[in-house]
């Protein structure tokens, strides 16, 4: 069973004097690409993906640039999945990073850029690279109960929670439901 869900993502690129590409996938499938011209833009991103019951799913933001400039920045302002929103804050980021000008920081700027990396990122991200959200899809409550039953996610030891977005939208938690 496939299920075809609408998908709207709000979000706002900017790098000063270069273009830049941003791909989108999900489950290594390109659903949006688009090259954005040099300076500030806001895009709302929007698409259908026909998504499998009870499985585990991966959307990439893949976000590269010609040069690399100090003012730029990707933010996701919003992941909408048929209406249900995903955490933003559970974002995988593996930053494209220039060796030298790392190897030229202090311990207390490597300190403090890694926290601003893999710590207080949130929706926004400074450097180029890609960007991993992880979330499941099922019809119902059932599919749940089905994919855990299914699958032994060592991640089920560190009680992580995971992101579902379900057919049926009764079935989804009150704070992942969205107002639009």
Not at 8 to 27: D, F, M, R, W, Y
Not at 151 to 175: P, S, T, V, Y
Request: proline share 2%; glycine share 4%.
């Amino acid at each position: 069973m496939k299920l075809d869900f609408l998908h709207k993502i709000p979000l706002e690129v900017n790098a000063s004097g270069v273009e830049t590409h941003l791909v989108i996938q999900i489950n290594a499938q390109t659903v949006f690409e688009k090259t954005y011209a040099p300076g500030p833009h806001t895009d709302i991103v929007q698409f259908s993906f026909a998504y499998d019951n009870s499985v585990k799913n991966k959307m990439e933001f893949v976000w590269t640039g010609k040069e690399e400039v100090a003012n730029k920045h990707l933010r996701i302002r919003n992941i909408e999945i048929n209406k249900q929103v995903l955490n933003l804050y559970n974002a995988e980021y593996f930053p494209n990073i220039n060796n030298d000008w790392w190897r030229s920081l202090s311990n207390e700027e490597i300190d403090h850029y890694e926290e601003v990396i893999y710590g207080k990122t949130g929706n926004t991200f400074g450097w180029y690279g890609s960007i991993n959200f992880y979330y499941c899809t099922g019809v119902d409550l059932r599919a749940r109960y089905e994919y855990n039953n299914l699958n032994n996610d060592i991640r089920k030891l560190l009680h992580e929670g995971k992101n579902w977005i379900f057919a049926n939208k009764d079935d989804a938690k009150i704070h992942h439901k969205s107002n639009s």
